[in-house]
Structure formats: structure tokens, C-alpha cells
């Protein structure tokens, strides 16, 4: 192995100590040569995150309110971090310069990603090593993901040997401007790194030893999980599970490079390796994860089966009125799409309306209050047993199931219940896999 791309999150450079057992980590392994950071979050829970500081400075900009105060607690935390590490990264001047811009009318996107900008200016004079500037190498497309043109010049900066530091969370838009990553998006820069560094493998340091099996608040002492894909982490994201920034695997995935989620404070801990299709661990489940706040739309007609196109229709209706849906499972005579409740909110009625005048159905009704569970794991594929052992856990645990749904892949099942049922399904199945 050449070269390890690290990303450390907002924890791990909440203030100088934590800088420097960055550093340590750096330091400790010479094919750590690329590394992203974030901006400091925050030293203790009722600590502001410098991104939330630097928002607030944009947000009083715009109502005519006096930036100064946020402006003051934002040097306050630069220049504490510079004096104590004993490092000089030009920050009074870095700092001098912002101060100008936002009272010039700088916008929103360049003021929030001055927390990475200056975060990476520091790390890299602590480090000795090169800084190099996310701004004309990294493009997002106007809907902010990854723009190609990225794999042509990020590689071009990066220098042969030594270390490297960026900023995470932003790079240049289309217009030509600083444009930043959703919210968490360094994750995203980490992943763009690695893949532009060719990296053997992209670390995600933060302060948690790894991802877990399932949500700590309704499994407490939940396993963590030591090996994951990365098709199965994108069902465990998308279905509710606090796992890192989703966007972030697909640079990793395109190069086929390994992530591992590691924790800056217990840098021994062995952490989650996520890694491709091809390398999944053998064992049935790799995690279990849901949310609620679905809805069902639940339509019935005598012939279904007979009547050509009547789901195009359906579909097609909620695809004029902007409706995305997450199921569509259906029977001979009936069919039922279950949807983002607050998404359908505005639209429903019209929805209704439009599918009884096209469809002319039997009866149509919408629920509303579902949970969907998905309990992931490419070894349930050709395994015999995982889902009798999953409905009859739930049926132990009293838990009605409305909707199941496998995918032709078997890489999940996902179970529709009442949302009043969700912690209780999950507690259920993490008990029949994990602890039996
Ligand atoms: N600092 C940014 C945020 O708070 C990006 C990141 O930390 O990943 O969202």
C-alpha cells in the first residue's frame, strides 16, 4: 500500500489538542500523505461548530444586523488554535481579509467554507506540509455533486512526495464561485482526495469507532459493524441509519477504494472497513435500520391483473405531480405505493383525484404513520432461514407487519409496520441476528 487518503471530521479539530492527535495520527503511518479537513465543531455540547458561526455571520450580513460579535468568537477560535500550537499560519491576516469580504457583501457559500479554508491553512504549517486549495480543482455540478472535470485537475496540484492538506466541503461551481457540499460534505472531499490521490485507502477519522449494526438510541450497546459493502451501507443510509455522508462513497466505490471509519480519540480501535461488493463478510445481516413518516396509498380494482399499463398510470400520475415513491408492492387486484409523507402532503388530494378520473379504481385510500425497516446483508442471498427467523422475531415481539418487500437482489428486506412499532421491530430483529 502507497498512499492512505485521511478525512478528520469537526471533532477531531474542535481546538489545538485535538490538532495535534491529528497530527499524531498523521504522523504515525508515512503512507498517510493526503489528508482533508473539516472546520472545528464543537469543544462541548453547547459549543457553536464553526460552520454554524460562519452562517450566522452571512444570515446578519443579510438582515442588516451587526456581524461583529460572531466575528470576534471566530478569531477568538482560529487565533487560540494558531498561538497554541505555536505555529504561524498567517490566520490575524487570513482573518483581517474575511472580515473585509463579508462587510464587501461576500456570499453564502464562500463565507461558510472559510471554516475548512482556514482549518487546512493551519493543519498544513503544522504539519510542514503543502497546502492545496480545493477552489479551481474540485467542481460541483449546479445540483452540488461531483462535476467530472474534478479527475482531470485536482490531480494535476498534488505534489509527488510529502504530506498534503485540503479543505473539505467546497470547490468551485459552475459560475465559476465557491460553491460547498451539502451539510457534513467533507466526507465527500475526503473521497474526492483519495480517488484523485489513486489512495489504496480513504480513512474517515471522526470520534466514533466505527458504524454501528444499528441506532444506538434503540439498541444502546449496539455491535459495531467491522465489515460492510458500500451497496450495503447506501441501503443502511437510506434507510435511516446515521452513517457517513451517503454522497461520500460513490468517488471510493467508482475506484473500488476501501473506506475505514476510524476514531481520532481511541486510534487503536479497529473502526468499519467498507469495502466492495466482492469482498462482503459472510454473515446474514450487516445491520438493521428504519424511519417513519410514510405514507400508504393503497389502491383496489377487480381485473388489475388484466388491465394493461393501470401502474404506469398510477405512477405516472405521481410523476406529474412531483411525487417520488420509495415501494410499490401489489397483489392481482390491488396495488400499494408507499411514499414520503411530508412529500405528499401538498399534492395528495390532487393525486387522489387524478388517479379516481384516469384509473377509475374499486377503492383508494391513503394511511398514513408508517415505519419502513430494512435489515441488510449481501448473506442472506442463497441463505436459507433469514427471513422466517426475521417475521417470526416480530411476531414475538407483537409487531404487525403491513408491507414486506425483497429485493430481486436479496441484498435486504425491508418491512412496512406501524410507526408506533419501529423501535420495537428493530430491537427484534438486532436480537434474532446479533445476539443469537
Ligand atoms: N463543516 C461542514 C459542516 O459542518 C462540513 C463538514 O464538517 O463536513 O457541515
Redesign the pocket.
Known amino acids: 500500500m502507497n498512499l492512505i487518503a485521511c478525512k478528520f471530521?469537526?471533532t477531531s479539530l474542535a481546538d489545538s489538542n485535538q490538532f495535534r492527535k491529528v497530527a499524531a495520527v498523521v504522523r504515525s503511518d508515512a503512507r498517510r500523505r493526503a489528508v482533508v479537513v473539516?472546520?472545528p465543531?464543537k469543544r462541548h455540547k453547547q459549543d457553536p461548530?464553526?460552520?454554524?458561526i460562519l452562517l450566522s455571520i452571512h444570515d446578519m450580513v443579510c438582515r442588516k444586523m451587526d456581524p461583529s460579535p460572531s466575528i470576534a468568537l471566530l478569531r477568538e477560535r482560529f487565533l487560540e488554535i494558531e498561538r497554541e500550537l505555536e505555529v504561524d499560519a498567517a490566520m490575524a491576516l487570513h482573518l483581517d481579509a474575511f472580515e473585509r469580504s463579508v462587510r464587501d457583501g461576500a456570499d453564502r457559500d464562500w463565507i461558510?467554507s472559510r471554516?475548512?479554508h482556514f482549518s487546512a491553512r493551519i493543519m498544513a504549517a503544522f504539519l510542514g506540509a503543502t497546502f492545496v486549495e480545493a477552489e479551481g480543482t474540485v467542481f460541483l455540478t449546479p445540483n452540488g455533486l461531483v462535476d467530472e472535470k474534478t479527475w482531470n485537475e485536482l490531480p494535476k496540484v498534488l505534489p509527488e512526495s510529502g504530506i498534503f492538506v485540503m479543505p473539505?466541503?467546497y470547490g468551485t461551481g459552475p459560475n465559476g464561485k465557491v460553491k460547498?457540499?451539502s451539510?457534513?460534505?467533507?466526507?465527500i472531499s475526503g473521497a474526492i482526495l483519495a480517488r484523485a490521490a489513486k489512495a489504496d485507502l480513504y480513512e474517515n477519522w471522526t470520534d466514533v469507532s466505527g458504524l454501528l449494526m444499528a441506532d444506538p438510541r434503540i439498541v444502546p450497546d449496539a455491535a459495531p459493524m467491522e465489515i460492510v459493502t458500500y451497496r450495503e451501507l447506501r441501503e443502511l443510509a437510506y434507510s435511516g441509519a446515521n452513517v457517513f455522508?451517503e454522497e461520500a462513497i460513490l468517488p471510493c466505490k467508482q475506484a473500488a477504494i476501501p473506506i475505514r471509519i476510524a476514531n481520532t480519540n481511541r486510534p487503536d480501535d479497529s473502526g468499519t472497513l467498507i469495502v466492495p461488493e466482492d469482498q462482503a463478510a459472510d454473515r446474514p445481516i450487516a445491520g438493521v435500520a428504519g424511519r417513519s413518516g410514510f405514507s400508504i396509498l393503497q389502491i383496489e380494482k377487480t381485473l388489475m391483473n388484466k388491465e394493461r399499463g393501470f401502474g404506469r398510470r398510477v405512477l405516472g400520475i405521481l410523476e406529474t405531480k412531483g411525487v417520488s415513491y420509495e415501494l410499490s408492492p401489489s397483489g392481482i387486484d390491488s396495488m400499494c405505493v408507499v411514499i414520503d409523507q411530508e412529500d405528499f402532503a401538498s399534492t395528495q388530494d390532487a393525486v387522489l383525484e387524478e388517479i379516481q378520473r384516469t384509473c377509475e379504481p374499486d377503492a383508494i385510500s391513503v394511511e398514513r404513520d408508517l415505519a419502513l425497516i430494512a435489515t441488510v446483508g449481501h448473506g442472506m442471498a442463497h441463505r436459507t432461514g433469514v427471513a422466517s427467523r426475521l417475521f417470526l422475531a416480530l411476531a414475538q415481539a407483537g409487531v404487525n407487519v403491513r408491507i414486506i418487500d425483497q429485493g430481486a437482489s436479496e441484498l435486504s428486506i425491508i418491512v412496512g409496520v406501524d410507526a408506533s412499532d419501529l423501535a420495537k421491530g428493530i430491537k427484534a430483529i438486532y436480537d434474532a441476528f446479533v445476539r443469537n
Open positions: 471530521g469537526g473539516s472546520a465543531g461548530k464553526i460552520t454554524d461558510a471554516g475548512e473539505g466541503f460547498t457540499f451539510r457534513g460534505g467533507s466526507d455522508h
